[in-house]
């Protein structure tokens, strides 16, 4: 177990905002994170994987807690299937990587998202069709008033786009020790979202697809070593037919996504029309090949980051009567 005093989170967040907080610690076992809990019982607590799906707005005066458990095994097979459980502070894409290496299906389309695998669940994080929801059998997790170790089954984390009960009911109830991933032995192909399919030859390789959708990402999204961000700023709304049924008439070339629950809108189209691709902020600009994506130019503050995606809110809020919800988590 490791604790830091006064520690610049700079190096926690892909943002790369230059924040303190009073004490950030890593745990190696159930066991530490225990004891941490106890210890730390009287200060605000955050648990954060890469930080790349928040912005620091702030100083945090309380804990930072990272998972440094990060093992993976895989603990069932049947014939078609294999149940991998990752630890919590496993990194997400060497996950992946090693499960296209072992030519399981399954999770490829999520090559590349930057995160952990304990905030994935939390998040449900997604690209390309897939969703992490769509591949996680179980989650275990610690409750944080008892102690014990309990199980949740898919349909108890009530998984959504970019959500789950970890961001809702159970905020602080629980904190995720790891999650077990459905892995298929056959090909199960999701090759329908954008050009994906266009990029492969017929009957790819898990990866062959990692590769592809790799290609594609970057060539849309920053490479967060290179250029702070927390990925998509805001999440696409989903709106009811008739409200898009009036938008079509307005402006006939607006993309559109059929859903369960309404029709969902690209927010970085609705962003583009809006002219906020060139709005800059003091040192935070939006990134030009995906405008859903904010950045930080060199010395963005959380101050610039506010204010801008305050700005396109408004901007698109005036323009097509949409409130674009924020994706990335302000603390
Ligand atoms: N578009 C524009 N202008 C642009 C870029 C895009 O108008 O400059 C429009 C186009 O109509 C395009 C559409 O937006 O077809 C969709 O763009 P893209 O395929 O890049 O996906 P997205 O809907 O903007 C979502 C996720 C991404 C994920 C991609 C691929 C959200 C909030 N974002 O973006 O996830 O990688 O789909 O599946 O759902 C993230 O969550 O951080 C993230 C990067």
Same mark, same amino acid.
């Given at each position: !177990? ?6 610049? /989170?700079?190096?926690?967040? =892909? ?30 607590? /955050?648990?954060?994987?890469q930080?790349s799906? /928040?912005?620091? =707005?702030?100083? &945090? ?7 440094? !458990?990060?093992?993976a +095994?895989?603990? +069932?097979? =049947?014939?078609?299937?294999v149940?991998i459980?990752a630890?919590?502070?496993l990194v997400m894409d060497s996950l992946i990587e090693q499960l296209c290496d072992m030519n399981l299906y399954g999770m490829e389309n999520l090559s590349h998202i930057p995160g952990?695998v304990?905030?994935a669940?939390?998040?449900?994080v997604g690209a390309y069709g897939v969703e992490a929801?769509d591949v ?23 998984? *959504?786009?970019?959500?789950?009960? &970890?961001? #809702?009911?159970?905020? #602080? ?8 991933f459905?892995l298929s032995k056959q090909a199960v192909y999701h090759l329908d979202y954008g050009h994906l399919r266009d990029a492969l030859t017929a009957s790819p390789a898990p990866s062959d697809i990692r590769e592809a959708v790799i290609r594609i990402r970057q060539s849309k999204l920053p490479e967060v070593s290179q250029t *702070?961000?927390?990925g998509?700023? &805001? ?39 809006? *002219? ?13 090949n995906q405008?859903?994506?904010?950045? #930080? ?8 980051? !506010?204010?801008?995606?305050? !700005? ?7 323009? &097509? ?11």
């Amino acid at each position: !177990m490791h604790i830091q005093e006064n520690i610049s /989170l700079l190096p926690y967040n =892909t943002f790369r905002m230059d924040v303190r907080a009073r004490y950030r610690a890593e745990y190696s076992s159930v066991d530490e994170l225990k004891g941490l809990l106890r210890q730390y019982a009287d200060i605000p607590r /955050l648990f954060v994987g890469q930080g790349s799906n /928040l912005l620091f =707005t702030k100083d &945090f005066d309380g804990i930072v807690l990272h998972s440094a !458990m990060a093992r993976a +095994r895989a603990v +069932r097979e =049947t014939a078609d299937e294999v149940y991998i459980e990752a630890q919590s502070g496993l990194v997400m894409d060497s996950l992946i990587e090693q499960l296209c290496d072992m030519n399981l299906y399954g999770m490829e389309n999520l090559s590349h998202i930057p995160g952990e695998v304990g905030a994935a669940a939390v998040q449900n994080v997604g690209a390309y069709g897939v969703e992490a929801k769509d591949v996680i059998s179980e989650v275990q997790a610690l409750d944080i008033a008892t102690h014990s170790l309990c199980t949740l089954t898919n349909a108890d984390c009530r998984f *959504g786009y970019r959500n789950s009960i &970890f961001k #809702n009911e159970a905020a #602080n109830r629980y904190v995720i020790t790891s999650v077990t991933f459905r892995l298929s032995k056959q090909a199960v192909y999701h090759l329908d979202y954008g050009h994906l399919r266009d990029a492969l030859t017929a009957s790819p390789a898990p990866s062959d697809i990692r590769e592809a959708v790799i290609r594609i990402r970057q060539s849309k999204l920053p490479e967060v070593s290179q250029t *702070g961000s927390a990925g998509s700023f &805001f999440k696409n709304p989903v709106v009811p037919q008739e409200v898009f049924d009036r938008l079509r008439s307005l402006y006939p070339s607006i993309p559109s996504y059929a859903q369960a629950d309404g029709i969902k809108i690209p927010a970085a189209w609705l962003i583009e029309q809006t *002219g906020c691709k060139d709005l800059v902020v003091g040192g935070a600009g939006v990134w030009q090949n995906q405008p859903l994506v904010i950045i #930080n130019k060199g010395n963005a503050t959380p101050d610039d980051v !506010m204010a801008l995606a305050k !700005m396109i809110q408004d901007r698109v809020k005036e323009r &097509f009567g949409i409130a674009l919800q924020k994706e990335v988590i302000y603390i």
